[in-house]
């Protein structure tokens, strides 16, 4: 059959056949299957279509694969920035440009990705918290955005100071949610920045103490499924 490089080309009898996008979903996937994300930021270095992949596999977020796609993202977009700031600015855009109307399309996780972006490159995407939180007047982006919110305060808070009270109101709408998912990513993101946070209702944390929904949350390269009052137990 021939030998493939790490560009994603194929040589056969001499001569190099670029692999096809089915190709490389497979190389992709069997690597999120073996959560070897390092392996899919070596490819993304010489192949630009690893990005097109991850995005393409990005859509079900009651799949292990989606998530470790988006984390691996995040990943890549960082690790893209330091050879090519520009060929990383654009990835952002066309993920900022997915959740439009005007995309045509919903980009169902654009707004994790692009969490996991400022996770991994912060100073360079740091701008994109605010715009972030904006999305979530729209129902759909609700829980995408409080797992944005959640991430990042996690594992940069500084990056959320200068909008405590945008990220209260958030949390504490969405605390009130009727969606387990979204109930549950607000207490997330409450545990992580509770410190920070001044004016949140404590009736709804209280009532929340007897909530025994279950959502998945997506921890270590692992899909777990939680009970909303056990995150407060956390």
């Known amino acids: 059959m021939g030998e493939v490089n790490d560009k994603g080309c194929q ?35 010489d192949n630009p279509r690893i990005v ?9 977020k009651n799949s292990l694969l989606t998530w470790r796609a988006m984390e691996a993202m995040g990943l890549v977009v960082a ?28 980009g169902w996780t654009a707004i994790e990705m692009l969490a996991e972006i ?19 007047d729209e129902e759909i982006f609700k829980d995408g955005v409080l797992y944005a919110i959640g991430r990042i305060g996690g594992r ?3 990056l959320l100071v200068d909008y405590s009270d945008k990220i209260e109101g958030i949390i504490s709408d969405g605390m009130s949610s009727k969606y387990p998912r979204v109930r549950g990513l607000a ?3 409450y545990n992580r920045l509770r410190d920070r946070l001044q004016n949140i209702d404590h009736k709804q944390i209280n009532r929340l103490k007897k ?3 279950t ?4 921890e270590k390269g692992r899909l777990i499924n939680r009970r909303v009052n056990e995150v407060l137990q956390s």
Do not use: C, H
Not at 18 to 39: A, F, H, M
Not at 118 to 136: H, K, S
């Open 187 to 189: 207490l997330i993101a």
């Open 79 to 106: 690790a893209i920035s330091k050879n090519s700031p520009e060929q990383a600015g654009e990835i952002v855009r066309r993920l900022l440009w997915s959740i439009t109307e005007e995309s045509g399309g919903i």
């Open 11 to 45: 040589t056969i009898q001499g001569k190099q056949v670029v692999k096809s996008i089915r190709s490389i979903k497979s190389d992709v996937k069997g690597l999120l299957e073996r959560y070897d994300l390092k392996s899919i930021i070596e490819l993304a270095m």
């Open 211 to 213: 909530d025994e929904s």
């Open 156 to 158: 940069r808070p500084e």
């Open 215 to 218: 959502f998945n949350v997506y």
């Open 118 to 136: 400022v996770v991994n490159d912060p100073e360079r995407y740091r701008n994109l918290v605010a715009l972030l939180m904006e999305f979530y």
């Open 52 to 60: 097109s992949a991850l995005i393409s596999m990005s859509y079900d």
